[in-house]
């Protein structure tokens, strides 16, 4: 089993999320290189979507398979935004108010 994170590119297979809105809120962050997806063995683990603004990278959106769920998925995302950040130059890593 290989854990991997990249750039989420707009046709990704996210059956996972259910919720319509999430669907859209990906689509429209993968479509401006603002989210990542963790796979293992090719198969979509997890998805983070975030907004750049100033010198701030804020959280929009983490999800996680849920049969994955305690597997490190969230960690590995969030240490891999905060390697973005840094490479912005932003200060700030923040959650939007209101994520669930």
Known sequence: ????????????????????HEKDLFSEHAGRGEAIVACLDDRIAGVLCYDVVDDKVEVIMLRIRPELYGQGIASLLLNELRGIAKGLGAK?????KGMR
């Open 92 to 96: 700030i890593m923040t959650f939007r």
């Open 1 to 20: 089993m290989s854990m991997i994170v990249r750039k989420a590119k707009r046709d990704d297979n996210l059956d996972f999320l259910s919720n319509p």
